[in-house]
């Protein structure tokens, strides 16, 4: 049973560890020499991280001017939650030309210039929407990816079957691990039903479908089983939201109760998701599955206005507060704290806060001594 757990919360209104993250991020992260590709795995520094972005969902033909908000909250990193062009295109020079239109957003150029940042992808950047392993294209549209996010020649991302990726950062007692997962490449096909708010889809049990495919969860084990204080679980769809009729994990039940299993079976302690793709923002939470509260801290979106301002049902929403303009997340950890403060939050595009959770290390701590 989840120990007991004091939530402080108070709402008030409030930098790809690619080649762009490459030199940048070696020596601002890690502090470490101009030697090692950011993408290098698991790349450490004496350099804890003590203030990490993210966000999702970018018209790449639409200003961007959150980004300079983003840019000017001074992150250590920057993480890109996918959605991060608009490609819906089977036409790889098309979707190329479209990085090149997020590239050439002066917000997004200063950003990727000055801060590092890490990427993954959902459905629209992957290639279309709500998309999955059937979608023809999903080695160009890789290659794309990779590429536009800068991901050094040697990095083991290039091996894998999807752009999923991690890192380690800061010195032992302060390690931050960073996990991109890849819900895309791999994804079996989705049951659909009767179309309702938020989209046609119904859960679905079969249990020959996936979400990761069996390398990634081969390799989503061997990460956490790593050791790191904080680890943050970077989802492109939402792991906790209760409704399905959009594209969360409560789409194939069986996969997401194997994740969750999963970091409960490794002991992994420190375990906060992060996810976008709904362009609004909420924070989730799970109190029963693991020896501490599995919290899932939406943000979407950076320029995508949700144009109903209704959120779907979900039962797992932490509060009832939701906040549909433009927004960024924000987890800050304070390591000079005999036991560190964690402070999770969700940004306006003044960077005013509209969401915002406190918590302490210890309150992330898994059960090592028990089964
Ligand atoms: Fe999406």
């Given at each position: 049973?989840?120990?007991?757990?004091?939530?402080?919360?108070?709402?008030?209104?409030?930098?790809?560890?690619?080649?762009?993250?490459?030199?940048?991020?070696?020596?601002?992260?890690?502090?470490?020499?101009?030697?090692?590709?950011?993408?290098?795995?698991?790349?450490?520094?004496?350099?804890?991280?003590?203030?990490?972005?993210?966000?999702?969902?970018?018209?790449?033909?639409?200003?961007?001017?959150?980004?300079?908000?983003?840019?000017?909250?001074?992150?250590?990193?920057?993480?890109?939650?996918?959605?991060?062009?608009?490609?819906?295109?089977?036409?790889?020079?098309?979707?190329?030309?479209?990085?090149?239109?997020?590239?050439?957003?002066?917000?997004?150029?200063?950003?990727?210039?000055?801060?590092?940042?890490?990427?993954?992808?959902?459905?629209?950047?992957?290639?279309?929407?709500?998309?999955?392993?059937?979608?023809?294209?999903?080695?160009?549209?890789?290659?794309?990816?990779?590429?536009?996010?800068?991901?050094?020649?040697?990095?083991?991302?290039?091996?894998?079957?999807?752009?999923?990726?991690?890192?380690?950062?800061?010195?032992?007692?302060?390690?931050?691990?960073?996990?991109?997962?890849?819900?895309?490449?791999?994804?079996?096909?989705?049951?659909?039903?009767?179309?309702?708010?938020?989209?046609?889809?119904?859960?679905?049990?079969?249990?020959?479908?996936?979400?990761?495919?069996?390398?990634?969860?081969?390799?989503?084990?061997?990460?956490?089983?790593?050791?790191?204080?904080?680890?943050?679980?970077?989802?492109?769809?939402?792991?906790?939201?209760?409704?399905?009729?959009?594209?969360?994990?409560?789409?194939?039940?069986?996969?997401?109760?194997?994740?969750?299993?999963?970091?409960?079976?490794?002991?992994?302690?420190?375990?906060?998701?992060?996810?976008?793709?709904?362009?609004w923002a909420e924070l989730?939470?799970?109190?029963?599955?693991?020896?501490?509260?599995?919290?899932?801290?939406t943000?979407?979106?950076?320029?995508?206005?949700?144009?109903?301002?209704?959120?779907?049902?979900?039962?797992?929403r932490?509060?009832?507060?939701t906040?549909?303009?433009?927004?960024?997340?924000?987890?800050?950890?304070?390591?000079?704290?005999?036991?560190?403060?964690?402070?999770?939050?969700?940004?306006?595009?003044?960077?005013?806060?509209?969401?915002?959770?406190?918590?302490?290390?210890?309150?992330?701590?898994?059960?090592?001594?028990?089964?």
């Open positions: 049973m989840p120990r007991s757990w004091n939530l402080r919360w108070r709402f008030t209104k409030p930098r790809p560890i690619a080649r762009g993250l490459g030199l940048a991020c070696v020596l601002a992260i890690t502090g470490a020499a101009l030697t090692a590709p950011v993408n290098a795995e698991s790349p450490t520094g004496s350099t804890p991280l003590r203030r990490i972005a993210f966000g999702s969902c970018i018209r790449q033909d639409h200003p961007a001017p959150i980004l300079e908000t983003v840019r000017q909250s001074d992150p250590d990193l920057v993480i890109f939650l996918g959605d991060n062009i608009y490609a819906d295109t089977t036409d790889m020079q098309v979707m190329r030309a479209k990085y090149d239109r997020l590239a050439a957003i002066p917000e997004f150029a200063r950003l990727r210039r000055e801060k590092p940042i890490l990427a993954t992808w959902d459905d629209h950047d992957f290639g279309v929407n709500d998309g999955g392993a059937d979608y023809p294209q999903r080695e160009g549209s890789r290659e794309n990816f990779l590429r536009f996010w800068g991901f050094a020649e040697d990095s083991p991302v290039w091996q894998h079957e999807g752009i999923y990726d991690a890192h380690v950062f800061g010195p032992e007692g302060q390690r931050v691990q960073i996990i991109l997962l890849d819900t895309r490449y791999n994804r079996s096909p989705l049951k659909q039903g009767e179309r309702r708010l938020g989209g046609p889809h119904v859960p679905d049990a079969d249990p020959s479908k996936t979400m990761l495919g069996e390398a990634q969860w081969a390799w989503l084990k061997e990460q956490l089983l790593k050791p790191a204080e904080v680890r943050i679980l970077a989802t492109s769809i939402q792991l906790l939201a209760s409704d399905a009729g959009q594209e969360t994990w409560a789409n194939l039940p069986l996969e997401r109760q194997r994740l969750i299993r999963l970091i409960r079976e490794t002991k992994a302690s420190g375990v906060i998701a992060i996810s976008g793709d709904r362009h989730s939470i799970d109190n029963e599955s693991l020896d501490y509260p599995l919290l899932d801290l943000s979407s979106s950076f320029n995508q206005l949700h144009e109903r301002g209704t959120p779907t049902d979900n039962r797992a932490a509060e009832p507060t906040y549909h303009r433009e927004n960024f997340g924000q987890i800050e950890i304070d390591w000079q704290e005999a036991d560190p403060s964690i402070r999770l939050s969700i940004h306006d595009m003044e960077g005013q806060v509209r969401l915002e959770k406190r918590l302490r290390l210890s309150d992330l701590r898994a059960n090592v001594g028990s089964d």
